[in-house]
């Protein structure tokens, strides 16, 4: 018979203590400021690597350079600062010349590889949205995705962001006699952002009309769901 094993959490604490290699992908939200000083270096065991790739105020800098120092860590790779260099010779930083460590202000990602796949990467999104309207990890509109079903039809429609908008689009389509099989809205400061799937064919006449609603940018109709 076998017995059931369980494996309990490490704490932050546990993990600085026993890594080798300590690596921040963190986001750029507020409550990351300052998650990395003194304390946590201190922690973290002799002959131990530390890189950011995160965001430059995660991470104080003067307590980076007085611990490397100090053997602990034993050496950095840092891509971001708190003050990113802006031009030519405006760039300083306690980290500067100081032995095992790494400096590439933002620059890290410029690899043969790296830019290679930021173009593919890139290509796709840019692919999946014209051919399906999904708009996720989109820089400038709502994220929105929305699963397709066979013997269905879509349309995007892109307006300013204020109340109503949505029982507008849905307005127009039950008046035809339109039903919505999916339907997904989301909003970003001003954009909103509403996909739908419907039962029908989308024709000039319903696009002319969706477009005539107050406020709208733009209607689309996905070319693979015609």
């Not at 400096?103 to 930021?118: M, V």
């Not at 997904?184 to 006449?205: F, S």
Request: aromatic fraction near 6%; glycine fraction near 8%.
């Amino acid at each position: 018979m076998k017995c059931a094993t369980t494996t309990r959490p490490y704490s932050f604490e546990e993990i600085l203590q026993q890594a080798d290699i300590v690596t921040l992908h963190v986001d750029g939200k507020p409550r990351s400021r300052n998650l990395f000083g003194a304390e946590e270096f201190h922690l973290m065991k002799p002959g131990a690597c530390f890189l950011n790739r995160s965001r430059g105020f995660v991470v104080d800098h003067d307590a980076l350079a007085a611990n490397i120092k100090s053997g602990r860590p034993a050496g950095a790779a840092i891509d971001v600062f708190p003050h990113e260099p802006e031009s030519r010779g405006s760039f300083s930083s306690p980290l500067q010349n100081l032995p095992n460590v790494i400096l590439t202000p933002h620059i890290g990602e410029s690899t043969e590889e790296a830019q290679q796949n930021i173009g593919k990467f890139v290509s796709l999104r840019l692919i999946d949205y014209v051919q399906t309207g999904n708009s996720a990890l989109s820089v400038n509109l709502p994220h929105c995705q929305l699963e397709h079903f066979p013997d269905s039809h879509r349309l995007t429609h892109i307006h300013q962001n204020v109340p109503g908008m949505l029982l507008a689009v849905n307005e127009v389509l039950a008046k035809r006699g339109i039903n919505i099989e999916r339907q997904v809205l989301d909003t970003r400061g001003d954009p909103g952002y509403a996909i739908c799937e419907i039962d029908q064919t989308c024709d000039e006449g319903l696009i002319r009309e969706l477009e005539q609603i107050p406020h709208t940018i733009r209607v689309q109709v996905t070319p693979g769901f015609r």
